[in-house]
């Protein structure tokens, strides 16, 4: 059984007529007949119901053509990877949230850039998951690392550290002198933070605990980038929510302080690896052997195996 097989027998099921599917596969009607032969003594099944004038699918025959199908949808992406290598052999684009950056991303770059000097890197800020998902389904980057696992049945994800988050207040902000806020503090301040679409789940726990602590919070600015939250709450007030590590390079007006709810704290953002298998180039995954072999040990060593197969 090969690709070629299947071809045939999908122009067939689909014609219910030999010679029309030769017809279209622009062979003689022998070779699609034999193909026929070969797939059903293989599979120990019939396919086809053959009667004087027409022929029909089997309920064998009519399961396989849907499984043969998806075949072919996965054949045909994986012929589109030498091309994509061929295309991007000498760039790497990589979709990044700000965590990776201040954790890993300036020191990778360093490293690629003394590796591999003719390899030219794009490095593209998104905020929301369906940003990340698109670009990497149409192959306008070929990694990324996200706050928010995909849902996508079509891409694949790998968890690689947990980030802390703080609340973020000015100095001359009474809760400056706080050590942790607690949810009633958050009552008569303006919030600045980011649309739903970004972290959507952080935002409705937040809303809903308010909520059920008797008021609404006063979100009055959506801004998608946290550092430009930070700028906003440095110069105009009021608070905001961002990730720990950014209070390195934020104003020094700026206080990071723990939000404590029932004694417990609101502490962390899972920053994610995220990849199009049907389209990763072999620069995608000296990130995943950059990653496994500085930061991350043992992640990656499966899913690099099972990459590279696209390329054997």
């Known amino acids: ?165 703080k609340v973020v207040v000015r100095d001359d902000n009474p809760l400056a002198e706080k050590e942790s806020i607690g949810l009633p503090d958050l009552e008569n301040q303006t919030i600045v933070f980011h649309p739903e679409e970004i972290i959507p789940d952080l935002r409705a726990y937040l809303t809903l605990l308010c909520n059920n602590h008797g008021f609404q919070p006063q979100i009055t600015h959506n801004l998608c980038s946290q550092n430009s939250r930070l700028i906003q709450v440095s110069r105009y007030g009021g608070i905001t929510i961002v990730v720990s590590s950014l209070r390195e390079y934020c104003a020094n007006n700026l206080r990071f302080k723990n939000i404590e709810i029932d004694k417990k704290i609101i502490s962390e953002l899972t920053v994610s690896a995220l990849w199009n298998p049907k389209t ?13 072999s500085k930061k991350y040990p043992s992640s990656f060593l499966r899913i690099i195996f099972d990459c590279y197969t696209f390329y054997i």
């Open 1 to 165: 059984m090969d690709i070629r097989h299947l071809t045939f027998f999908i122009n067939v099921a689909e014609e219910l007529n030999f010679r029309k599917a030769a017809r279209n596969l622009n062979v003689t009607q022998p070779p699609v007949t034999r193909a026929i032969q070969v797939l059903e003594e293989e599979l120990g099944q019939e396919l086809f119901i053959r009667e004087k004038q027409k022929i029909r699918l089997t309920e064998f025959g009519t399961y396989f053509y849907e499984k043969a199908k998806k075949q072919i949808k996965e054949f045909e992406a994986l012929k589109k990877v030498p091309q994509n290598i061929k295309e991007h052999g000498d760039s790497l684009r990589i979709g990044y949230c700000v965590s990776a950056y201040t954790h890993f991303l300036p020191e990778m770059i360093e490293d690629f850039r003394v590796q591999y000097p003719s390899l030219h890197i794009d490095l593209l800020e998104y905020f929301s998951i369906n940003d990340f998902e698109e670009k990497l389904l149409s192959n306008q980057i070929d990694f990324a690392f996200t706050y928010v696992p995909s849902k996508s049945k079509q891409l694949k994800f790998q968890n690689l550290f947990t980030e802390p988050i």
């Open 280 to 292: 990763v180039s072999k620069n995608g995954i000296k990130i995943m052997e950059w990653l496994t």
